[in-house]
């Protein structure tokens, strides 16, 4: 989120993980996305995007 601050719902947020899935190796993230349309289950959402 910090790399991309024009993300602004969590869908976009997905999006940009896919494609950063693409050329990353590994992925972290420890702070819940502050969207209003993040979901209970974003951490898993967040990893089954990038695998």
């Given at each position: 989120?910090?790399?991309?601050?024009?993300v602004?719902?969590?869908?976009?947020?997905?999006?940009?993980?896919?494609?950063?899935?693409?050329?990353e190796?590994?992925?972290?993230?420890?702070?819940?996305?502050?969207?209003?349309?993040?979901?209970?289950?974003?951490?898993?959402?967040?990893?089954?995007t990038?695998?």
């Amino acid at each position: 989120m910090m790399q991309h601050p024009e993300v602004d719902s969590f869908d976009r947020l997905l999006e940009v993980v896919k494609e950063r899935s693409k050329t990353e190796m590994f992925f972290r993230i420890d702070v819940k996305p502050p969207f209003s349309d993040t979901p209970d289950n974003w951490e898993d959402r967040l990893e089954a995007t990038f695998t």
